[in-house]
C-alpha cells in the first residue's frame, strides 16, 4: 500500500521538475545527502574566501616588509617595530632569527661558535615558517576531502533515490517516461550537487596550495638571505 502510494505521488508531481520541487519530491536518505552535500559547499566557499583573504593580505604585507628591511634600515629598529609582535608570516621569521641571535650574543658573546649561532637562527627560522604555515593550511585536509568524497556521496544518493523510484514505479505497474521522469530527475539531482560542491573544491585546493608553496618559497628564501646576514655581522663581532 506504501509503495502505490509513493507511486501516486510521483505521478501527481510529474509536473514539477525545479530544483526545490526535486527536492522536496526526495526520498529522505536523499534529502540527508542534498543538505549534508550544500552544507560542505557553503563551507568550501568560506574556507576559500578565508584563505584567499589570508594570503592576498600576507604577501601584502611581506612585501611592505621586505621594503623596509632592504632600505638598510637599523634592524634593531624593525626588529621592535615589526618583530618582536610579528603581525604576519614574515615578521614572525624576522622576530625568530632577531630573538635566537640576540640571546646568543648575549648569553656567550664572543665565546660562542660563529657556526653554532647560525645553526640556531637558522632552526629557529625554520621552525617558525612550518609553524605559520601549518596555520595558513588549517582547513586544506576539508577541501581536499569535500573534493574526493563529494561526488561518490551524490552518487550514494542517486543510487538510493533511484532504487526509492524503481519500487514505487514498480508498485504502480506503469513505466511511462512521465511517471519515469520525476523519479530519476531527483535522484540524478543528488549527483549534481555532489559535483557542485566538489568540483570548486578541487579547484580552490589546487590554486591555494600553489599559493602557499610560494609563500613558503618566499619565507625560505629570506630565511637563507638574513641567516647570511646575521652570520655575517656575527663574524664582524668576534
Request: hydrophobic share 55%; proline share 2%; aromatic share 8%.
Amino acid at each position: 500500500m506504501d509503495r502505490a502510494v509513493e507511486a501516486a505521488n510521483l505521478g501527481a508531481a510529474a509536473g514539477d521538475l525545479s530544483l526545490w520541487g526535486l527536492f522536496m519530491q526526495a526520498d529522505i536518505v536523499v534529502k540527508l545527502v542534498m543538505l549534508m552535500l550544500m552544507a560542505a559547499s557553503v563551507w568550501v566557499w568560506a574556507i576559500v574566501y578565508e584563505k584567499t583573504t589570508s594570503l592576498r593580505r600576507a604577501n601584502r604585507a611581506a612585501d611592505a616588509f621586505e621594503d623596509r628591511f632592504w632600505s638598510g634600515g637599523s634592524l634593531e629598529e624593525l626588529y621592535e617595530e615589526e618583530g618582536a609582535k610579528p603581525a604576519h608570516p614574515m615578521a614572525a621569521v624576522f622576530g625568530a632569527a632577531m630573538t635566537e641571535w640576540r640571546r646568543s650574543a648575549r648569553v656567550a658573546g664572543a665565546d660562542i661558535a660563529r657556526s653554532g649561532v647560525r645553526d640556531r637562527v637558522e632552526r629557529a627560522m625554520g621552525v617558525t615558517i612550518q609553524r605559520e604555515m601549518d596555520s595558513l593550511e588549517r582547513w586544506m585536509v576539508f577541501l581536499a576531502s569535500v573534493g574526493s568524497t563529494a561526488p561518490f556521496i551524490g552518487l550514494f544518493g542517486t543510487v538510493w533515490g533511484i532504487m526509492h523510484s524503481f519500487s514505487a514505479i514498480a508498485a504502480m505497474h506503469n513505466t511511462n517516461l512521465a511517471v519515469v521522469a520525476p523519479g530519476i530527475a531527483e535522484a540524478l539531482f543528488a549527483t549534481a550537487i555532489g559535483l557542485v560542491a566538489a568540483i570548486p573544491a578541487v579547484l580552490a585546493y589546487n590554486k591555494i596550495s600553489t599559493d602557499m608553496s610560494r609563500l613558503a618559497g618566499r619565507l625560505e628564501g629570506f630565511a637563507t638571505e638574513f641567516g647570511g646576514i646575521l652570520s655575517r655581522q656575527s663574524e664582524e663581532r668576534a
